[in-house]
């Protein structure tokens, strides 16, 4: 049960422009949602997290766009650089779940590999 | 400021042989502690976490066991690997509820 979804396995962007990845998710306990950046043979980076109670956040080029209706979330790097070449993961997490305090535990997308080109 | 050290960076083990891997934490208290693990072309899988000394849950049925002798320290072990054991291994750490983690640089363990 893949309950964090990122269904895009790739995306190519021209260095300058939007770069918007997405993830779904099915888990409607889950109240704060993150994006980590990862180069490969290295551990993931924390990029920009956004609450539940909010539907934007915004950390210089980055934002993140939360739609609970639709249990939707993005990311928008704009401009896109060839230092952002990268795979992205969202990740999310639940206060609470149904055995209690979920402590903190994240649950990961598969990832979508960014490349912008100069 | 916080900082997570995680070793070794890679290791080549073979089928049957034990493993221990080691994370640290500095410069926090009573963090929260968590083992994920990364399969070829997948996305993170949490394996253990732990909130406290001595408090180990596991998340999925596997071969691995992990424990938590100090306050700071978390390690992953088996008794014998299996070559399903494959993979990248990632500890992290926070600081509670509704905030990031953040995640050691990572162990490539290869049984082979």
């Known amino acids: 049960d893949q309950q964090v979804k990122q269904n895009s396995p790739s995306l190519s962007v021209q260095e300058g422009r939007i770069s918007i990845l997405n993830c779904d998710y099915t888990?409607?306990?889950?109240?704060?949602f993150l994006w980590y950046k990862k180069y490969p043979a290295e551990g993931p980076t924390f990029l920009i997290s956004?609450?539940?109670?909010?539907d934007k956040n915004e950390d210089g080029r980055f934002t993140v766009f939360l739609n609970k209706s639709a249990k939707h979330l993005s990311l928008h790097i704009v401009p896109s650089q060839p230092g952002d070449s990268a795979v992205y993961f969202c990740?999310?997490?639940?206060?609470?779940?149904?055995?209690?305090?979920?402590?903190?535990?994240?649950?990961f997308g598969q990832g979508t590999i960014l490349t912008v080109h100069p | 400021s916080q900082t997570i050290h995680q070793w070794p960076a890679t290791l080549v083990q073979p089928v049957g042989s034990p493993l221990s891997l080691e994370c640290t934490v500095e410069?926090?208290?009573?963090?929260?502690l968590y083992w994920y693990r990364q399969a070829a072309g997948r996305g993170l899988q949490l394996l253990f976490y732990s909130v406290g000394i001595g408090q180990i849950s596991s998340e999925v049925p596997q071969n691995l066991s992990a424990s938590r002798p100090q306050d700071r320290q978390f390690i992953l072990s088996s008794k014998k690997l299996l070559l399903s054991d494959s993979g990248f291994y990632l500890c992290?750490?926070?600081?509670?509820?509704?905030?990031?983690?953040?995640f050691g640089q990572g162990t490539r363990l290869t049984v082979v």
């Open positions: 990740a999310a997490s639940a206060s609470l779940n149904a055995g209690g305090t979920s402590y903190g535990k994240l649950t």
């Open positions: 410069g926090t208290s009573n963090p929260n």
């Open positions: 956004i609450s539940s109670i909010k």
């Open positions: 992290a750490w926070s600081a509670g509820l509704n905030t990031e983690a953040f």
């Open positions: 888990n409607s306990m889950f109240d704060y």
